[in-house]
């Protein structure tokens, strides 16, 4: 009986070892292929707002949010948070049981350390600024639970925390940070995301590796390694994708129809980004001074001739000097036909008669590549090309984009035009950059208009949703009518992607692509 009892147990045990599923693991590598990762920094206080690509599957942020952008209670290390009535003291909850790589559990301390952190002398990070203005300070009353206190009453603090905008609310290990120092976060850095630092070679690559547990963010990450390439070249890039040697890569949108007919899926961020063209300060000595000459120049363009040639039909007009279109929902804003530029170089030449200036005038246009807009040279010589028509003679300065932001920067070209493909965000993120652009103190500021700074200066103070809604409105009408800038295009960028990721949501988080989607086994 004992006999049969053991060999009973024992297929028991068989069956069981047979039916029983074993956990999935992570496998294989997933390849990014970029024209540029820009700064290729691992501090998230030194990478600014464009280096989030791997720096988001390394770290957590304070405040997650959806592929559409809104602010997750799901997808950050805050769970909940709440404001005072007065708006001034924000508390948020944190996890519980939230480790870094290196095995120390994530607290209320690290999140103070981390913000503070990116407040300081040595950040350069996006939005730093408006922290700095707002913050008095930071409480800890429990190791889950952290208080930030604004000198002012404000909405704007979850956002700006959040992964929907900058690196600020990146959350670093504290003790890791005061016992190694800052100069070794750049060489090892130490996160608590779903993905940690494996390799960097630069001007090649970053390769992140998944953690060796299931994490609360994404379960166990579907692949083990991950790799963002620096391919400047979009044959080459190209060519990887159909090797297989890459999983996603950038693609022009003159090629995109040759890839997909290729059997490739295209994946398109619908205005992914506005271009913008602005004219470098102070521009107060030069025919810019008058409106009547910005309007000119605006009336010059055809844009939906550039949508159509210099883009490929990948691009829609645009009207409004940093109109972030994905924000227009959120302030319930419109383009009503009166804010649309006609393509009316007759009444351009009126409007420079009428200044002034009937025979014209002489302007430097910098003309430059970025990454995402490869046509940047292309967009520099067709708009110098309009304004000729109109008597004015653009003189173009060919440079690389850093040599143009010294320029801009430095105010050494007064009235010399700059562009940029301004990533397209929500509400909070248009504030921040025309706070960006319009602010005396900041170096980026393009215009000066009292105006603008008192609205600016209003929202920051606001606390009622509709009455932001309303400012951020009339700072946008304000931009249009007084013609302070130039916008072109909203831009459509698309990338292609093989079997592993044809399923796969880029989403509409700004300098973000969505990975952990495809990274992620929960369901």
Do not use: C
């Not at 039916?19 to 990014?32: F, I, R």
């Not at 300060?281 to 001739?305: G, H, I, M, Y």
């Not at 804010?339 to 009126?350: E, M, Q, S, T």
């Not at 700074?453 to 249009?480: F, W």
């Amino acid at each position: 009986m004992k006999r049969h009892l053991s060999r009973a147990a024992w297929l028991l045990l068989l069956s069981l070892a047979v039916v029983t599923p074993v956990a999935a693991q992570p496998a294989g590598e997933l390849t990014v292929a970029l024209s540029s990762l820009s700064t290729e920094t691992l501090d998230p206080v030194l990478g600014g707002h464009i280096g989030k690509f791997y720096l988001s599957l390394m770290f957590d942020y304070l405040v997650g949010v959806t592929p559409t952008g809104q602010l997750s209670r799901d997808g950050g290390i805050a769970w909940r948070w709440e404001a005072s009535p007065d708006s001034t003291r924000w508390t948020f909850h944190l996890r519980k049981g939230v480790k870094f790589h290196n095995g120390d559990e994530l607290t209320s301390e690290d999140v103070k350390f981390s913000i503070t952190r990116a407040m300081g002398k040595r950040s350069t990070t996006g939005y730093a600024g408006t922290l700095r203005q707002l913050v008095k300070d930071i409480e800890t009353p429990a190791p889950d639970r952290v208080v930030i206190v604004t000198k002012e009453p404000t909405v704007i603090i979850p956002s700006y925390l959040s992964r929907v905008l900058s690196t600020e609310g990146m959350i670093l290990p504290k003790k890791y940070l005061e016992s190694k120092g800052d100069d070794v976060l750049v060489r090892a850095p130490v996160g608590s995301g779903p993905y940690r630092f494996a390799e960097q070679v630069s001007g090649s690559h970053i390769k992140v590796e998944a953690v060796p547990a299931p994490h609360w963010r994404v379960g166990v990450p579907r692949f083990k390694t991950v790799t963002f390439k620096i391919v400047p070249e979009e044959t080459t890039r190209i060519a990887m994708l159909r090797r297989g040697e890459a999983d996603i890569v950038e693609v022009s949108r003159d090629r995109m129809r040759e890839v997909q007919q290729a059997g490739f899926t295209i994946h398109v961020r619908k205005e992914d980004a506005h271009i913008d063209g602005w004219w470098i300060q102070p521009w107060d000595q030069t025919p810019l001074r008058d409106k009547r000459v910005r309007e000119a120049l605006n009336l010059a363009l055809d844009r939906r001739e550039i949508a159509a040639t210099i883009f490929g039909g990948m691009a829609e007009p645009a009207s409004v000097p940093f109109g972030l279109s994905w924000a227009f929902p959120d302030i319930k804003f419109k383009i009503t036909p009166d804010l649309v530029y006609a393509f009316d170089p007759n009444r351009a030449k009126k409007l420079l008669a009428d200044a002034g200036y009937g025979n014209g005038f002489t302007t430097d246009i910098y003309a430059f590549q970025l990454p995402g807009l490869s046509e940047g040279k292309t967009l520099a010589e067709a708009i110098a090309g309009y304004w000729q028509k109109i008597g004015v003679q653009a003189r173009l300065v060919p440079v690389d984009y850093p040599a143009f932001r010294k320029a801009w920067f430095d105010r050494s070209a007064p009235g010399a035009l700059g562009y940029y493909n301004v990533a397209n965000r929500d509400w909070i993120g248009t504030y921040a950059i025309v706070e960006k652009y319009t602010h005396p103190s900041n170096k980026s500021a393009s215009m000066r208009d009292p105006e603008i700074d008192a609205m600016v200066e209003a929202v920051l103070h606001q606390t009622d949703r509709e009455r932001v809604n309303a400012l951020i409105r009339n700072i946008l009408v304000r931009l249009r009518t007084e013609h302070l800038g130039l916008p072109v295009v909203y831009l459509h960028t698309p990338y292609a992607a093989s079997k592993k990721a044809a399923k796969w949501n880029p989403g509409t988080v700004m300098y973000e692509l969505n990975l952990d989607e495809l990274v992620s086994t929960k369901p």
